[in-house]
């Protein structure tokens, strides 16, 4: 047996995991995935995520790694994770790789989608999946808004209280609304090197605001720049987020 | 006071329901709304739904009508009736029609859509709203089995027992495969004057077979002619299958 070492890529439902961490009592997806692993490999092996998404996130790609001594080729590991996973994680894709792959340090960019669902009433089918907004959102207004964030900015204004980082610089590549083929979906896409804790989640309360017209464009660039929370809208809530891809 | 009689348009995720009907013990979507409108109007009031959808199948269309005294209008009723009903459950319009208005007796057509999921691995995100088939479906051999079921037919081949009806001809006015935006993704819409028990659902179960190539669009014909239970496939899970319209 030689030691191997596997990329797995992920879709998860969040609604029911309390994120990707492992925890000492609440399920997570990291967890789940362990525990899988142990009995296919016969003991504990510890997975390395790209990153952690939080509590009731949804992810279409994330992304991890773990090593391990097995004569199981990636087709076989694949198969034993989905037979043994809940059917709200699924392994997508299984490839053996250079020994040195780690899912966090070489990961180059992260992806994530914000569904927003906007219309008088809400969904009952896929409401777990986008968050509901009555009022009508002035999507031009929001795309300028979104415009705003491209480059690398001090993201301080969108960050999350108690961070785990060292500094809250962060290069935005791409922050657009793509067309969507589902009537009455906007759809929030945004890619950068990194990401601070509820930053999308962040961005996305501020942007329906100045869809709303409860703030405007160029508050919204004063917000960016003030790097003070208080500005901002509130958190978006976790069921609208996913994680849609990790490029390495 | 005056008597009115409400048309309510309805979509739900029947996931978590053991279908429209109302029943001594278990949740249906009939008694949740009955409870909702008891508690608006202060009494009890029959909720007259277009037909039953079973245990675990959606609704993006369902149709019902209630009569009542009430000073309300339809804005209003709609309102309360989402605020009090769970999640699962949408009244997405709600009109004031004639007082002869019946949601079964008036219908004329019910379309469903059924939806598959065809590839290799299932999904995490959706999964509650598809069947997913693992084997490569053949496409055209399924649409080309679909056309034959346009135009009155016994369907007895196709329906579950126990089925509560008078004969079991019904005319089939649309069933076709429609194209969907979503990569994967297979659905199967039919139309007709009325539908067996299990009518839908076994239909899919059997084009699936011909997908599959465990039988083929010759045999299809002869199950449909047959009038035999036992000849077609199995029934298709509920959880892919929508009732999408009502027509009046």
Known sequence: MTSKNFKITME????????????TRDRTIQAEIEMALARIIGH???VIGSGRT???????????????DTRLD???IQQALNSLLPDSIVIIKCRQVNTDFH??????SKTYQYWLFNHPTPKAIGRQYAWHIRAPLDEDAMAAAAEQLIGRHDFSAFEGSGSPRSHSVRHILKAEFIKEYKPDYLIFEIE???FLRFM???IVGTLVDVGCGKTNVEKFTTILTSRD???AGATAPPHGLFLLKVSY
Request: glycine share 10%; aromatic share 10%.
């Open 200 to 202: 999308v989640r962040n």
């Open 229 to 231: 929370r208080r500005q």
């Open 103 to 108: 899912a966090r340090y070489n990961a180059k």
């Open 44 to 46: 504990q092996i510890t």
């Open 74 to 76: 990636e087709a076989a």
């Open 54 to 68: 939080d509590s009731g996130v949804h992810a279409l790609g994330q992304v991890a790694n773990f090593r391990c």
């Open 192 to 194: 950068a090197d990194g």
């Open 12 to 23: 998860y439902d969040g609604s029911k995991f309390h994120g990707w961490q492992r925890q």
